[in-house]
């Protein structure tokens, strides 16, 4: 029996993603890739080591906004800046665009993670 789609693996269309997404229709630089690769590995690691998920259990279903809010707390409270925690999230919005774009059923995955904000980063001002 066939899996619906809230069942299908959450990092099935990483690839698609990240070389035709973002390398060859939007034109991203390489470097910008791996920070997009990184932000997505850095959360597959949050899922196994809080949730214990490996990447063969984590699901549309599974990724929700509660979850993504855990993943962006975990990432300040061991210390990543603000932007760091901005990028991640991003990754994970734009992510989610894609494969809602790939398969409309997946929006109502998508939806309420983009709901959640980004956080205000003040910058210092420099005097001199």
Do not use: W
Request: charged share 25%.
């Amino acid at each position: 029996m066939p899996k619906n789609d809230s069942q299908s693996l959450f990092f099935s269309y990483t690839r698609d993603f990240l070389f035709l997404r973002l390398r060859e229709q939007d034109l991203r630089s390489d470097n910008t890739i791996k920070a997009y690769r990184q932000g997505l590995n850095g959360f597959r690691l949050f899922m196994r080591s809080q949730y214990g998920k490996g990447i063969g259990k984590i699901t549309f279903e599974t990724v929700t906004s509660d979850v993504v809010r855990d993943y962006l707390k975990n990432l300040v409270d061991n210390g990543l800046a603000l932007t760091t925690r901005n990028h991640r999230l991003t990754c994970i919005k734009q992510y989610l665009l894609y494969c809602s774009e790939r398969n409309v059923e997946l929006t109502q995955f998508y939806i309420p993670v983009s709901k959640i904000r980004h956080t205000t980063v003040i910058q210092k001002k420099s005097f001199g």
